[in-house]
């Protein structure tokens, strides 16, 4: 069964609107989690990691106050795109840390797109 | 900043023909993994690699490691169209960051 749970899987909204998605962490207690954004036919990028009780820590080039990133407990992360614009629209997708000898267990991703 | 090129970007085969795809780093990998998306899912993790020279297999699928640890192919035997997806290289660096490549989108005609 799924060890990742990710909702909305898909959501269109107008621009200048706030749109949040969920990642559960449905098996264990996560610490940390990932999230990734991905456009038509390129790879993941990392945007950033979010770490449980602290502050993300976001990668070079990700705004920080667009992307508003919550991890305020061990089995959920939230991303908040925050007025997104049609530049925004992606697949976002988040991922769950298992520890240094399991793998990262990924969602099945959010389809954003802002008209 | 770390560089993944896959190759090739795009590959089109009839089912029961066997292939081959590349991955190649710019600096060493601390730990490669291979990743196979399917549409509007999230990457399912194939294998895990850390020693230079390795071999791994899994089914028909078969993964190399450069013994220079720099680059790798993943091949595979009598391709079926289940095997159609998106094949992503990884680096799993420090504090467990995973660095993409930008994939090979594998289709495998019935």
């Known amino acids: 069964g799924a060890v990742v749970s990710q909702h909305p899987s898909w959501v269109i909204c107008k621009s200048g609107t706030s749109v949040k998605i969920e990642c559960r962490s449905l098996?264990?207690?996560?610490?940390?989690m990932f999230w990734y954004r991905q456009f038509p036919k390129q790879s993941l990028m990392l945007m950033a990691t979010?770490?449980?009780?602290?502050?993300?820590?976001?990668e070079q080039g990700v705004e920080k106050d667009k992307f508003l990133i919550n991890h305020a407990s061990l089995t959920l992360s939230t991303l908040t795109v925050t007025s997104a614009h049609p530049e925004d629209s992606s697949f976002y997708i988040c991922?769950?840390?298992?520890?240094?000898?399991?793998?990262?267990?990924f969602g099945d991703g959010t389809r954003l797109s802002i008209l | 900043t770390q560089l993944l090129e896959q190759s090739p970007q795009f590959l089109s085969i009839q089912e029961g023909e066997n292939l081959t795809v590349y991955c190649n780093s710019s600096?060493?990998?601390?730990?490669l993994q291979w990743y196979r998306q399917e549409p509007g899912e999230g990457p399912v993790l194939l294998v895990t690699?850390?020693?230079?020279?390795e071999v791994k297999k899994l089914k028909r699928l078969t993964f190399q490691f450069g013994d220079a640890r720099k680059d790798s192919s993943l091949h595979i035997t009598a391709a079926q169209p289940g095997d159609t997806g998106l094949y992503l290289c990884?680096?799993?660096?420090?504090?467990?960051?995973?660095?993409f490549g930008k994939g090979t989108l594998l289709t495998v005609n019935p």
């Open positions: 600096s060493v990998f601390s730990s």
């Open positions: 690699v850390v020693t230079g020279g």
């Open positions: 990884a680096d799993r660096g420090s504090n467990y960051k995973l660095t």
């Open positions: 991922s769950v840390e298992g520890g240094s000898n399991q793998p990262q267990h």
């Open positions: 979010s770490n449980e009780g602290s502050k993300a820590t976001y």
């Open positions: 098996d264990f207690q996560a610490t940390t």
